[in-house]
């Protein structure tokens, strides 16, 4: 491939990207609205997976291991045992300024992303360390906020796995940190990336 064609396709994946996070935030907004649709908010997800594996199919060209089109891409674990395929899952990162967590679906063959804004990221976890000193519910953090239960409980998934919160008991949670500053948002986001 000769230099013009590597930066096009280059440019081709960061569209790509960019359109996949749009399709999830139009995903998300489906179910936000009070009359939700589940219908419609399926219906982005699978276009926004879609675009994820023509964006991989791309990358996989760009750096020369390309595959023949009629092989597309697959979100598949390789075959490991179930067990310590479960023990890589969540996974957390950061990508283009958002948090994305990685689950393992219920088959244990494929998996999922959820993102969360860097914005409500940033208010959340500022809502959880006001309850420093005291224990708390997913419930107490979610009539803080006007944002989506599933993106709070992401958060305290990955506040758990930083080992940040402690669960004593289910449903339960309490900081770990001795002061609530320890509990910044960027000093939990500097950790993820």
């Not at 009359?35 to 994820?52: H, P, T």
């Amino acid at each position: 491939m000769n230099k013009e064609s590597m930066r096009k396709l280059a440019e081709a994946v960061e569209y790509l990207d960019l359109a996949r996070l749009a399709l999830f935030e139009c995903s998300g907004l489906f179910m936000e609205d009070d009359d939700y649709d589940l219908d419609g908010s399926k219906k982005m997800f699978r276009f926004a997976s879609e675009v994820e594996l023509i964006k991989r199919s791309l990358t996989l060209a760009q750096n020369g291991r390309g595959k023949d089109e009629s092989e597309p891409v697959r979100s598949r674990v390789t075959s490991e045992s179930t067990a310590k395929r479960r023990s890589r899952y969540p996974m957390f990162e950061v990508r283009n300024d958002q948090l994305v967590k990685i689950g393992l679906r219920r088959n244990r063959k494929e998996i999922y992303e959820h993102l969360v804004s860097r914005f409500e990221f940033d208010e959340i976890v500022r809502h959880i360390q006001g309850l420093h000193g005291s224990e708390f519910t997913a419930d107490e953090v979610l009539r803080l906020t006007d944002i989506p239960s599933y993106k709070t409980y992401l958060i305290l998934s990955l506040l758990s796995d930083k080992g940040f919160v402690v669960s004593p008991k289910r449903g339960a949670y309490f900081l770990q940190t001795e002061t609530p500053d320890e509990l910044h948002p960027d000093r939990v986001w500097d950790q993820v990336q």
